[in-house]
């Protein structure tokens, strides 16, 4: 590409009195036009934070991106863009995806940016930035933000959330003391870095890669490993010839890509926040993807990571094993291998030669985790529009169970009674929670993994049946049935289950049924009334205004709609 081919000669490389104002700006930044005039501009979005612990390495990644952009003839400019730290963010870091998305997507349109390296990783940035990227449609190149170190306490190997509900559970169910919990504070996260597990963090991170958007392996790289730095360099070179290439995302993130991506997603065992991600990342990518092509693909691949919650091992270990390369070559009969990515002309060089090293974590095709992918996706007179269960992460005895429902109208509330024992729970009980959906929550918290009765942990038993139109953390497990949609905030079938109620959950059969004559429930609907809106202004206003379902993918109905928005004149 010839310097006035970028697009940020629009910005520096006229006549006019713009051009001239531009480049005397850039003087006072402190640089030479040497440096970066007729050179393809990078913006390197950095979503770090003092306060984002998964991404607290991010500064220095920027620095080692900026080092490969320049080796490579380029002119890296870092731009800080919204942290979303599932840990800190309330009510739930999801409420603010779309913004980080509506922030990506203007700042590479109205800055002069040719090409940009995304650098993100807890688990709604990768993609939020991806979806404000693909609405850009520059060329771009992801950069996760790496796994953190295996957890340890007391000779035991932890994984971060995954052991965190169980050690929970373990206290209330008085097995372990307030000093044993003090340990555990200081050996579940040892080191920056997302989740070990197969959480959301590391699915969405692998989806990305799969897509064909990082460098190879780069999804499984520990954070604080000397490669990490050395694949951000690696970005930050390659991000240049792709600018060079005009190799725009829009090229990239084709339908074939997001079937492979979920594919991937369900073979790795991996959460279900992925699919309302997935869904939203190929709207904004102009691919319609559905939650029946998720069950469709469910069922040609089998589950061949055996990472916690649903299996053994942590990321690290799957790393060493080969990472995603590795994985995606065990599955390259159900993958389009002649697409291209960041790295190579087709995915199939870049799956050249790529070997499983551990055949414990990354099973074989005659040896799966489980048969079918580790999401099914439910329908019925509970879920006209769908709902999702990660069955891998459940007692097998409940994938087909009828129980009674005891109904909570909101997590304070179920938070306040859950050990009532009043209300009389036993281990056949349904836990329904409602109001947690995308208006309702707001913004969907991950609420979904209900708490056990205390009783009923301390007789030993670790899993029941719970529903709601919340989502769950990827790294916890249960028999939970989320995203239930429509959801119950704007009068979907769960605003009107009642304590008592029958339901049948059958995995099976992908089914779940709220056992009531529809007379019942058509009676029960004409008495039900809309609740208040949660905002009365603001951005959460907007989001109430705004936000699409949970099987849409709950993005924004005036980002997800098609129209064109025009490049800025810069003259």
Same mark, same amino acid.
């Given at each position: ?73 380029? #002119?890296?400019?870092?731009?800080? *863009? ?9 009510? !739930? ?18 800055? &002069? ?10 688990? /709604? ?15 771009? $190149? #992801? ?25 929970? @559970? ?34 969405? !991170? ?6 064909? *958007? ?19 360099? %690696? ?39 992925? $699919? ?50 590795? #994985? ?13 990515? *960041? ?23 005659? /040896? ?15 879920? &006209? @529009?769908?709902?999702?269960? /990660? ?20 997590? /304070? ?14 281990? @056949? ?40 139109? %919340? ?27 009642? !304590? ?6 059958? $995995? ?47 993005? #924004? ?12 004149? %810069?003259?």
């Amino acid at each position: 590409m010839r310097p006035d081919e970028l697009r940020s000669h629009q910005w520096y490389g006229t006549d006019g009195l713009r051009s001239f104002s531009h480049r005397a700006r850039t003087r006072q930044l402190g640089y030479l036009p040497e440096e970066h005039l007729g050179k393809p501009v990078i913006a390197v979005l950095n979503t770090w934070s003092d306060i984002n612990p998964c991404h607290v390495h991010l500064r220095d990644r920027a620095q080692a991106v900026k080092r490969g952009v320049w080796q490579a003839g380029g #002119f890296p400019l870092e731009f800080p *863009v919204s942290t979303l730290s599932e840990t800190f963010q309330k009510p !739930t870091p999801m409420l603010y995806r779309n913004l980080l998305a509506m922030e990506t997507e203007e700042l590479l349109r109205s800055y &002069p940016v040719d090409g940009a390296v995304l650098l993100g990783g807890c688990d /709604k940035t990768t993609p939020a930035l991806l979806m404000g990227a693909a609405s850009a449609d520059l060329p771009a $190149v #992801f950069v996760p933000a790496g796994p953190m170190l295996p957890g340890h306490w007391r000779n035991e190997v932890l994984g971060s959330g995954t052991d965190m509900w169980k050690y929970w @559970d373990d206290k209330r169910a008085g097995l372990i003391g307030d000093c044993e919990l003090a340990e555990l504070e200081s050996g579940l996260a040892r080191s920056p870095g997302h989740c070990m597990t197969m959480g959301t963090a590391s699915t969405l !991170t692998a989806a990305a890669e799969a897509l064909g *958007v990082t460098m190879p392996g780069a999804s499984s790289i520990p954070a604080v490993d000397s490669g990490h730095e050395r694949m951000a360099a %690696a970005s930050g070179m390659r991000i240049v010839e792709l600018v060079h290439q005009g190799l725009t995302l829009s090229r990239l993130l084709t339908p074939e890509a997001y079937e492979d991506a979920v594919a991937t997603v369900l073979a790795l065992g991996g959460s279900t926040n992925a $699919v309302i991600h997935l869904i939203a990342m190929a709207g904004r990518s102009g691919v319609r993807l559905t939650l029946d092509d998720f069950d469709r693909i469910a069922r040609t691949v089998p589950v061949l990571a055996n990472l916690r919650p649903g299996g053994q091992y942590l990321m690290e270990d799957f790393h060493f094993a080969g990472g995603l390369p590795a #994985f995606l070559a065990q599955l390259t009969e159900v993958l389009h291998l002649d697409r291209p990515t *960041v790295a190579h002309d087709t995915l199939r060089e870049q799956l050249a030669g790529a070997t499983v090293h551990n055949p414990e974590v990354i099973r074989p095709r005659t /040896k799966p985790l489980a048969d079918e992918g580790g999401v099914a996706v439910l329908r019925g007179n509970l879920c &006209p @529009d769908g709902a999702v269960i /990660k069955h891998i992460a459940a007692e097998p005895h409940l994938l087909r169970h009828t129980g009674p429902a005891v109904v909570f109208d909101d997590y /304070k509330q179920m938070q306040r009674t859950i050990n009532d024992p009043a209300l009389g729970i036993t281990a @056949d009980h349904v836990l329904v929670l409602r109001g947690s959906g995308p208006r309702g929550g707001p913004g969907m918290p991950e609420y979904g993994m209900l708490p056990i009765p205390d009783h009923l942990l301390k007789q030993g038993m670790r899993d029941m049946v719970r529903l709601s139109d %919340a989502r769950m953390s990827g790294t916890s497990y249960g028999t939970c049935v989320l995203h239930i949609a429509p959801e119950s905030h704007v009068g979907g079938p769960l605003a009107l289950v009642r !304590t008592g109620d029958l339901i049948t959950l059958d $995995v099976e059969a992908r089914s779940l049924h709220l056992d009531v004559s529809d007379e019942e429930l058509a009676e029960r609907r004409a008495a039900w009334t809309p609740p208040p809106a949660r905002f009365g202004r603001g951005y959460g206003a907007l989001y109430d205004e705004q936000i699409t379902q949970a099987d849409t993918g709950c993005d #924004f109905a005036f980002l997800a709609r098609d129209g064109e928005v025009p490049e800025p004149y %810069a003259g």
